[in-house]
């Protein structure tokens, strides 16, 4: 072997060396950056000797957390209060909640990152505090109309919203894109009244029910009122259509905004109750609180002559204060309610009249659809329950079970 040989056999010998302790390093780093980095809470109870105590799993503490930055962990523990306290079955704050900093207000607008907050005394625009952020919690906006918070004013008419007050309760909806993500419509809010037309547009009993399903599963009381009363032209055929929900136990109010049939008794169900109004558009609520309570600038909009229904005026919640103690939520048009979440099998818990005589039915599992053996069709033949409710509950089961 020459002696150029051997030099290129020793730089090749010493090339593979260097490689493979750059290999042994590149993976040592590596398991180093995958590691946790994490260190012993040092806030135990002075009471507490470590030494003295054999299985640390007794103590309710956490041996180690993440390292994280000081605005990181302060936003998830603010994630998981509003995830704890936005649940509808919770209706009333917990008792010893701290209270929130900053001066309190109330939303009456939210919009894209920009709140209307009503201090009392006047109505400033504020933004959010960055660690309120909720990418990690199941909603799609973290301030909703209806939240008490805590404002930081600037000094020049504006201010930041610092903290949320625990919410008693929520109206939410899926969102458009997102299915498993919601919006909240509104927050600590008492009843939802659910407005319908007689006509134009056409009375929708389908939508009366998802509206009522929806506010048994949010566990708020619901109104139905039945607007354009003024186009009743058969009391016998509206009798007959309002019937199973009166019979349900179901306050059914009738009003008109042309001869004021049924005013006075919707602003005394309206009375100090802070009231989500949903229904179609078109259908007249924004005219209905304008009468409620004359002097509210709310935007109206004619019935569309080829649909056959309103046109979207709405565009966002507003919180709106009545004079008489209470207040109302005009929400967003919705053409579609979805109930999502809801499973099929679970669809007839939410009609009373049909889950009073599901056990009846020959196949535990009954859809109550087209089985033989079903007590239910049996008691819709029977009369005992009506055929309008019962065509809408197979209209949403059918919707659920796709």
Same mark, same amino acid.
């Given at each position: 072997?020459? @002696?150029?040989?051997? @030099? ?48 640390? @799993? ?265 004079? @008489? ?78």
């Amino acid at each position: 072997m020459s @002696d150029k040989q051997v @030099d290129r056999y020793v730089k090749g010998m010493k090339k593979a060396e260097r490689q493979q302790k750059l290999r042994s390093a590149n993976k040592k780093m590596k398991r180093n950056q995958s590691s946790k980095r994490t260190r012993r809470k040092d806030w135990l109870p002075n009471s507490v000797d470590p030494d003295a105590i054999e299985d640390w @799993d007794e103590l309710e503490y956490e041996q180690e957390e993440r390292i994280m930055p000081l605005d990181e962990s302060e936003r998830r523990r603010t994630v998981e209060r509003m995830a704890f306290y936005s649940t509808a079955d919770a209706p009333e704050a917990p008792e010893g909640a701290p209270e929130i900093e900053g001066t309190p207000g109330l939303v009456i607008e939210a919009g894209k990152g920009i709140y209307r907050v009503d201090l009392g005394d006047r109505v400033i625009l504020c933004g959010l505090r960055g660690n309120l952020s909720v990418e990690e919690s199941s909603f799609m906006n973290p301030v909703a109309v209806g939240d008490e918070v805590g404002v930081t004013e600037d000094g020049v008419g504006g201010g930041v919203i610092e903290a949320i007050a625990p919410r008693r309760s929520i109206v939410a909806r899926p969102d458009s894109f997102y299915k498993h993500m919601r919006q909240i419509l509104a927050a600590n809010v008492d009843q939802l009244l659910i407005v319908a037309a007689w006509r134009n547009p056409q009375i929708w009993l389908e939508m009366i029910d998802r509206y009522l399903i929806f506010a048994q599963r949010n566990d708020l009381p619901a109104v139905i009122c039945v607007n354009k009363a003024d186009l009743i032209d058969d009391e016998a055929e509206f009798d007959a259509t309002m019937a199973p929900y009166l019979e349900q136990g179901y306050t059914v109010i009738r009003t008109s905004v042309v001869n004021g049939e049924g005013v006075d008794t919707l602003r005394e169900q309206l009375h100090e109750r802070a009231t989500v109004l949903t229904g179609m558009s078109g259908v007249g609520k924004s005219s209905l609180i304008s009468v409620v309570q004359p002097g509210l600038e709310l935007r109206t909009s004619d019935v569309s002559e080829f649909w056959g229904e309103g046109r979207h005026t709405t565009t966002q919640a507003t919180w709106l204060k009545l004079a @008489d103690g209470g207040a109302v939520v005009d929400t967003p048009g919705i053409r579609e309610f979805g109930l999502i979440g809801l499973e099929p099998d679970e669809l007839a818990g939410f009609f009373p009249e049909i889950d009073a005589v599901a056990s009846d039915c020959r196949f535990r599992n009954c859809q109550h659809v087209s089985e033989p053996g079903c007590a239910v069709q049996a008691a819709v033949e029977a009369g005992e329950i009506a055929e309008s409710r019962y065509h809408n509950y197979k209209l949403i089961y059918q919707s659920l079970a796709k």
